[in-house]
């Protein structure tokens, strides 16, 4: 697992209170880990500050599963 | 229209002396006081650096990590007083007509800490809003009302009084006039604060409202003691079951207490400072004895707001003086503020609890940390000075004042059939 999915799985561990084995990268935020609307908008905030990026909302809005948001911030996340 | 009867049958406590109704009954009649060096942040360079925290609370333990972190202390002390209260009224919300039970609840401020926490991060940063989206539903002080009701599937009506230090009396007083009016079968009322962060600490300090008697937080809260010299913060949450008296019978209900009055006024005089003649706290303490039908010759006990401070205290006992002419030389009077602290929006849903209690045990719980009498006081009146007393207790009366000037006071009952 890259550095950056690992980060990203323990942002939602910790955010969404779910177990390490449930964030799989097809598992959608809202489906399988219990996210709502907030939840969800949360985790878009963690990841920036995580990362120090500035996720536009129309891209936030394309963020719905654990692969998206890994492969999102693997493109935009200078290394 | 006949008013229908209402009575209190579940009860459930967060003070700090003791996160359980019991616990903190006892602790009452010990005279046990519940101020030591806040713990929750750095005191250092705070006026007063004491209060009366709640202690050993598990909030993660309660609700889970991911519950907890989405609520405000005042939301999950609500959550968990209610839950005891729930259960000591033997409810099974699955068998009872859940859009007629509603929840009303007390908060003078709401979720104070959220509301730190995030505008620090703000000034922090480099003006971009970036605020959690928790924010405003964590810190609006009707959410605790809205949680109680999603928890247990209650569609009744679901607000909350804001009414400073007399929120929660207002609340109770809410949901015995829906009751009375037959609006609803049940209510799950109450209040809950938690103001014991920087902001809170420091905001009351600098209105020189809270007692600064750092070398002896035990003590500091002394209601009506010649040398008391301001409150002592609390927090925490009380949760009362009121039900309309048919309903409570149907399911063979535990009775504590009748709820028979309440009542209302403002002093109009001053944002914080009490009516130097208590004028509307004296209005407030007729407007409920008018509103039980009863007369002063039939209260028993009064639990006064007695915050201890050098104004506050003085206009209360001018107002009980008005309204209850000499037969205030044959009541007790007592504060449990000398022990809880002052639990703001929470204190009136605390006191109702205490003064309930009082009449199912017929014991009055004392006011503590009487040291020297002060001179403005008569001496012929019974402030139950440091240990609890006993007397058959059939009505007692509960006031709350708050900043504002906004008054509230309830009455209970011995339960007859």
């Known amino acids: 697992m890259s550095d950056i999915a690992s980060r990203v799985k323990a942002i939602i561990v910790e955010k969404l209170g779910v177990d390490e084995s449930e964030v799989t990268p097809e598992a959608s935020f809202t489906n399988d880990l219990g996210a709502d609307s907030l939840d969800t908008v949360e985790l878009i905030m963690e990841f920036e500050k995580e990362f120090n990026v500035a996720i536009p909302d129309d891209q936030a809005e394309t963020i719905g599963t654990v692969g998206q948001a890994v492969a999102y911030l693997e493109k935009n996340v200078k290394a | ?417």
């Open chain 2, 1 to 417: 229209m006949e008013f229908k009867r209402v009575v209190v049958t579940g009860l459930g406590a967060l003070t700090p002396i003791g996160n359980t109704v019991s616990e903190y009954w006892n602790s009452l009649i010990n005279g046990v006081s519940g101020a030591a060096f806040i713990k929750s942040f750095d005191v250092e360079k705070f006026k007063t650096k004491f209060a009366c925290e709640v202690k050993g609370f598990d909030a993660e333990g309660f609700l889970g990590r991911k519950e907890a972190r989405k609520l405000d202390p005042f939301v999950q002390y609500a959550l968990f007083s209610t839950e005891e209260a729930v259960k000591d009224a033997g409810l099974d919300f699955e068998k009872l007509d859940t859009s007629r039970i509603g929840v009303i609840w007390g908060s003078g401020i709401g979720g104070l800490k959220t509301f730190l926490d995030e505008v620090v991060n703000f000034a922090k940063g480099d003006g971009t809003p970036k605020f959690n989206p928790f924010f405003i539903p964590k810190m609006i002080a009707d959410i605790a009302p809205g949680h109680i009701s999603i928890k247990y599937g209650l569609r009744g009506p679901n607000f909350t009084t804001v009414s400073a230090c007399a929120s929660s009396n207002n609340s109770l007083i809410d949901a015995f006039n829906y009751l009375r009016l037959g609006k609803a079968n049940m209510f799950i009322t109450g209040g809950s604060e938690a103001i014991i962060n920087e902001a809170g600490i420091g905001g009351f300090n600098a209105m020189h409202a809270l007692s600064t008697r750092n070398d002896d937080p035990a003590t500091a809260s002394r209601p009506f003691d010649l040398d008391r010299d301001g409150f002592v913060a609390g927090e925490g949450a009380g949760t009362i079951i009121l039900e309309e008296l048919g309903h409570a019978l149907k399911r063979g209900a535990k009775i504590y207490a009748e709820m028979v009055g309440g009542g209302m006024s403002a002093d109009a005089y001053h944002m914080t400072a009490p009516h130097p003649e208590g004028l509307g706290a004296s209005l407030v303490m007729k407007a409920a004895l008018e509103d039980a039908g009863l007369t002063p010759a039939d209260i028993d006990y009064v639990n006064v707001h007695g915050t201890s401070t050098p104004i506050g205290d003085p206009q209360e006992v001018k107002a009980i003086t008005d309204a209850f002419g000499d037969r205030i030389y044959d009541i007790n009077i007592s504060s449990t503020k000398s022990m809880t602290g002052h639990l703001l929006g929470a204190a009136g849903a605390v006191e109702a609890i205490a003064s309930i209690l009082a009449i199912q045990n017929d014991i009055i719980p004392p006011t503590i940390n009487h040291f020297t009498d002060d001179p403005a006081f008569d001496p012929k009146i019974n402030f139950t000075f440091n240990k609890a007393q006993k007397r058959v207790v059939n009505v007692a009366q509960s006031n709350g004042f708050g900043f504002g000037g906004h008054n509230a006071s309830v009455i209970f009952k011995k339960y007859q059939q």
